[in-house]
T-cell receptor
Framework: SQKIEQNSEALNIQEGKTATLTCNYT??????LQWYRQDPGRGPVFLLL?????KEKRKERLKVTFDTTLKQSLFHITASQPADSATYLC?????????????FGQGTELSVKP | DAGVTQSPTHLIKTRGQQVTLRCSPK?????VSWYQQALGQGPQFIFQ???????QRGNFPDRFSGHQFPNYSSELNVNALLLGDSALYLC?????????????FGSGTRLTVV
C-alpha cells in the first residue's frame, strides 16, 4: 500500500544544534516533495519544494535532500532556535507532476530548548 | 497582500446538521484545495477546484461537496454531520500546475460536531 511516514516521536534538541527530520514514502514515484511548517491552531506554511532531479536544496538555515532510490527526504535546520519549534510536515503529489492533491505525512513535532 | 482567508474560524454544530465553510484564495491564485486535519494528523485531501469545476477528489463521501465561484473563492459543504467530522478544515490556494512556491494555506476553520 502507499504510505508516507515521518518520525512519529517528537524531536527535542538544544538551541544551536542541527535538527534532522525524516520523510519516507513507499509505492509512490513523486516528481517533487514539499516541506511545510505548522504552528498550533494555524495552517501549514510552505518552506521548500524539491524536484526529483534535485538532490539538495537550501534556503537560509534550511536544507532538504531528496533520494528517489531510498524513497526518502531529509529536512535539516542548522543553528536551530527556540522559534523553530513547530510541527514539520512533508507532502508529495501522488500523480506525477500534476500540481494536484498533496499527500501529507503525519508530521514531526520539533522542540528546540534554549 | 492578504493570503488565504477562511471563515468562520470556529464553529460548533450538532450531529445531523449541515455546514458551509468559506475560503478566499490568495490574490493571483486560481486553484483552491480543501483539506481535513484531525488532531495529531497531517492534512487529508478532500478535493480541488479549478475553473469552477471539481478537478480531483480524495477519499471522502458524497456528504462533502464544494463549489468555486467566478472570483475563485470557494465553499465546502458537509451534510449530515457526524461526530467524526470534527476537525480543522484547511483551504489552500495556488496558481495552476506545480508551483515552486507550494500552496498557501489559510488558518482553517475549527469544526466541532456535538
Amino acid at each position: 500500500s502507499q504510505k508516507i511516514e515521518q518520525n512519529s516521536e517528537a524531536l527535542n534538541i538544544q538551541e544551536g544544534k542541527t535538527a534532522t527530520l525524516t520523510c519516507n514514502y513507499t509505492n509512490y514515484s513523486p516528481a517533487y516533495l514539499q516541506w511545510y511548517r505548522q504552528d498550533p491552531g494555524r495552517g501549514p506554511v510552505f518552506l521548500l519544494l524539491i524536484r526529483e532531479n534535485e538532490k539538495e536544496k537550501r534556503k537560509e538555515r534550511l536544507k532538504v535532500t531528496f533520494d528517489t532510490t531510498l524513497k526518502q527526504s531529509l529536512f535539516h535546520i542548522t543553528a536551530s532556535q527556540p522559534a523553530d519549534s513547530a510541527t514539520y510536515l512533508c507532502a508529495l503529489d501522488p500523480v506525477y507532476n500534476q500540481g494536484g492533491k498533496l499527500i501529507f505525512g503525519q508530521g514531526t513535532e520539533l522542540s528546540v530548548k534554549p | 497582500d492578504a493570503g488565504v482567508t477562511q471563515s468562520p474560524t470556529h464553529l460548533i454544530k450538532t450531529r445531523g446538521q449541515q455546514v458551509t465553510l468559506r475560503c478566499s484564495p490568495k490574490s493571483g491564485h486560481d486553484t483552491v484545495s480543501w483539506y481535513q486535519q484531525a488532531l495529531g494528523q497531517g492534512p487529508q485531501f478532500i478535493f480541488q477546484y479549478y475553473e469552477e469545476e471539481e478537478r480531483q477528489r480524495g477519499n471522502f463521501p458524497d456528504r462533502f461537496s464544494g463549489h468555486q465561484f467566478p472570483n475563485y473563492s470557494s465553499e465546502l459543504n458537509v451534510n449530515a454531520l457526524l461526530l467524526g467530522d470534527s476537525a480543522l478544515y484547511l483551504c489552500a490556494s495556488s496558481p495552476d500546475g506545480v508551483s515552486n512556491y507550494g500552496y498557501t494555506f489559510g488558518s482553517g476553520t475549527r469544526l466541532t460536531v456535538v
